[in-house]
């Protein structure tokens, strides 16, 4: 495993790490989110993801009981969490990133996680109802009381993030250092052309989600929704659309043939070709089984055998079915 700078930060992130969307608190309990984790460190993975909202708060509950039980030094784990959709009722604790609401979450995170701080907190999704600058204030305070390391964003538009990097600059606040973005073979855009600017110019590192497309780059929703998968998930059936779109999976059929060229699975060249961009700092993996753990993390040996010829390739087959 290769260790990359989260953007221009001084922080290292393994460039493939593991989340708990969708599955813990729902396919994955305590001793088996534990497992899942233990198999990504074993591989060398320094960085787990979270957000309160997953499994509304029970992710965070689960993480913080493994993280107990595997007892690995603090230095050695970076741990995050996100905030906007919140996890109780009330005009201050839904789907907003005012200062009270974010002051209140940090607490409520790091008590279910049994940590004294977080290394990375991001602001889950914009929040157009309160003014940037109140956000950046607070986040910048939550670094200041030692609650969070660095502060950053997911799914913001570029715009969004430089104008709260601009605001942090003037004012001599805390920066955001890094986005949460969505990134795979099929979903390209903003990294690729929103973004650009924004590595330079104000040093932004990326986190990369669903390097799978949510389990569709692995080639098992070809033959229909597997009765063990997320697609198979009655509240994930938002997704079926796309699991089961037969361009989609005819991509994923031509690409499994790059794959046995280059002695790999389709899963693992799809999480290679996006830790293969320079701009990621770290993919963020996701897994319902510690054999998927494994099996991802072997991605990591596949990236070096990404040369320019076969990802010519691989865009001549995805190009067709990725919005233009
Ligand atoms: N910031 C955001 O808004 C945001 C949004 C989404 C995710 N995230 C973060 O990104 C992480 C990864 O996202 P994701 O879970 O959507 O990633 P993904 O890699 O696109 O999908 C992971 C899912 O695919 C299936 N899978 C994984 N490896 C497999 C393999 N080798 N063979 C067969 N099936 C496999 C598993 O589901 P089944 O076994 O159930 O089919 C697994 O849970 C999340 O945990 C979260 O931390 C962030």
């Given amino acids: 495993m290769n260790y990359r700078r989260l953007g221009r930060s001084g922080l290292k992130v393994s460039e493939l790490s593991f989340g708990s969307w969708v599955t813990y608190g729902n396919q994955l309990d305590t001793g088996a989110a534990r497992e899942c984790m233990a198999a990504a460190w074993d591989a060398g993975v320094n960085f787990f993801d979270n957000a309160e909202v997953y499994a509304a708060g029970k992710s965070e509950e689960i993480m913080g009981e493994a993280l107990k039980k595997l007892a690995w030094p603090r230095l050695k784990y970076i741990v995050s969490t996100k905030f906007f959709w919140g996890i109780t009722d009330g005009p201050n604790e839904k789907s907003t990133l005012n200062r009270k609401y974010l002051m209140n979450a940090i607490d409520g995170s790091l008590r279910r996680l049994q940590l004294d701080h977080v290394d990375l907190v991001y602001c889950h999704r914009p929040d157009p109802a309160t003014p940037i600058e109140e956000t950046v204030w607070a986040m910048h305070d939550m670094i ?6 660095y502060w950053g964003t997911s799914e913001w538009s570029a715009a969004e993030i430089m104008a709260a990097w601009q ?21 390209r855009g903003r990294v690729e052309r929103e973004y650009a600017r924004l590595y330079e110019d104000a040093g932004l590192g990326l986190t990369t989600w669903s390097p799978l497309a949510s389990g569709l780059l692995t080639g098992k929703y070809r033959a229909g929704i597997p009765p063990d998968s997320r697609g198979a998930i009655p509240r994930m059936k938002f997704l079926v659309g796309d699991l089961t779109d037969p361009a989609k999976n005819a991509a994923v059929a031509k690409l499994e043939g ?9 899963a693992q060249l799809a999480i290679a070709w996006c830790a293969a961009n320079a701009n990621v700092s770290t993919v963020i993996t996701g897994a319902s089984r510690v054999s998927q753990v494994r099996e991802n993390m072997g991605a990591a040996d596949v990236i070096a055998r990404l040369t320019p010829e076969v990802m010519a390739r691989i865009d001549s087959i995805t190009k067709s079915v990725i919005p233009a």
């Fill in 144 to 149: 200041e009381r030692g609650k969070a390391l």
């Fill in 167 to 187: 605001l942090a600059e003037r004012h001599h606040l805390r920066k955001p250092v890094m986005e949460q973005p969505e990134y795979n073979l099929f979903h």
């Fill in 258 to 266: 790059i794959a046995v060229e280059l002695g790999c699975s389709v």
